[in-house]
């Protein structure tokens, strides 16, 4: 096989789409991150009266892939949760104290969120959006689609 032709397979067994055209060469021994730089206000998405007194929500990272559609939630005025960024609580979307355990090694904490009205919302299971906890479709791209089968 020539030179040119097994760097072309390799680039095609590991890369990613980022969804412009372009291609990410992902070597193996290193993880996946899908996070987005936080977009523009979208309309009818709640606000998290909690963003501004906890940074929980400006995590560098983003947490493992859950699921690829998010969960609809009714949220309680003035109610405090705790949505689950590490991907790994048993009781998603919201955190069940997983991160806590010292043998798992997991440096993402919970976003505390509470809403200013009752209503229903929906909560990312792909942990990968840029308005952490609430859904802002990240997880209609073919890169996340693509990362659980």
């Known amino acids: 096989m020539s030179r040119n032709l097994l760097a072309y397979s390799m680039r095609k067994l590991f890369s990613l789409s980022n969804g412009v055209g372009a291609r990410l060469i992902i070597p193996l021994s290193t993880s996946v991150n899908y996070c987005s730089k936080p977009s523009k206000s979208i309309p009818g998405m709640p606000k998290n009266i909690l963003e501004d007194f906890n ?8 947490g493992v892939i859950y699921d690829k559609k998010p969960f609809k939630f009714t949220c309680v005025k003035g109610k405090k949760y705790a949505w689950c960024l590490c991907g790994k609580s048993k009781s998603q979307p919201l955190c069940d104290g997983t991160h806590k355990n010292p043998h798992l090694k997991i440096k993402h ?11 229903d919302v929906w909560l990312c299971n792909c942990k990968q959006t840029s308005k952490r906890p ?10 996340i689609q693509a990362a659980i089968r």
Do not use: I, Y
């Open 134 to 143: 609430f859904c802002d479709g990240t997880h209609k791209r073919e890169d």
């Open 55 to 62: 940074s929980s929500s400006k995590q560098p990272t983003c």
């Open 109 to 119: 904490r919970p976003v505390h969120f509470a809403v200013d009205e009752d209503r």
